[in-house]
């Protein structure tokens, strides 16, 4: 995973020194788990997987205790925040953009079997290699740099996302 995390700064630093070279602006954003309408299906992303399944009558597929954590980000609270970097000419990051809220793989799933009505359960199986115990962005230099914090509560977001799902699997 090293390999992934390396990739990403060595990302960073070709922008800023390519903002050096040519004098251009650029920002530099950190992506925190972000979810909402338009995921794939089959992208093997949590939000996606649980709700697929939830929809589908099928068990929720937990990967290791449940214990890990993450923040999910609404997609239009991400898009907010990149909007109000590119808007920016003297801050270039890197910042971090995600919703600080952590929760529980356990209590998502808890979550979008509330969200959706359904009835299905929820099976364990083996965690990933390397899969992080917790994930939770410091946004205070989002706060403090762009005025940025995220508006829609997971709840809301869950529902969005629940929503668009359903429709997509009745046109199926
Ligand atoms: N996860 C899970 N069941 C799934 C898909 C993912 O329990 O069907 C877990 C995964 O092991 C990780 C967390 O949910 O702990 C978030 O996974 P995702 O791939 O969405 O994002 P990332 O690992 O990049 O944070």
New binding site residues.
């Given amino acids: 995973r090293s390999g992934y995390d390396e990739a990403k700064r060595f990302g960073e630093a070709l922008t800023m020194a390519y903002s050096r070279y040519e004098s251009v602006n650029v920002g530099i954003v950190r992506i925190f ?1 972000t979810y909402g309408p338009r995921l794939r299906r089959g992208d ?4 996606s ?2 709700v697929c399944q939830a929809l589908s009558g099928v068990p929720l ?4 205790d ?1 214990l ?1 954590t ?1 923040s999910f980000c609404y997609v239009d609270d991400l898009v907010t925040g990149l909007l109000a970097m590119i808007d920016q000419r003297d801050f270039v990051g890197p910042v971090n953009i995600g919703n600080p809220q952590e929760i529980t ?1 356990a209590e998502l799933a808890r979550r979008v079997l509330d969200t959706t009505g359904s009835t299905s359960e929820v099976v364990f199986s083996p ?2 290699e390397q ?2 115990a917790r ?1 939770q962005p410091d946004i205070t230099l989002a706060r403090g740099e762009l005025g940025w914090s995220p508006a829609v509560s997971l709840e809301d977001g869950l529902e969005r996302t629940v929503d668009w799902f359903r429709r997509q699997m009745d046109q199926l």
């Fill in positions: 788990n093997g992303r949590v939000v997987n649980f597929t937990i990967y290791g449940g890990q993450r793989v965690s990933p899969d992080p994930r």
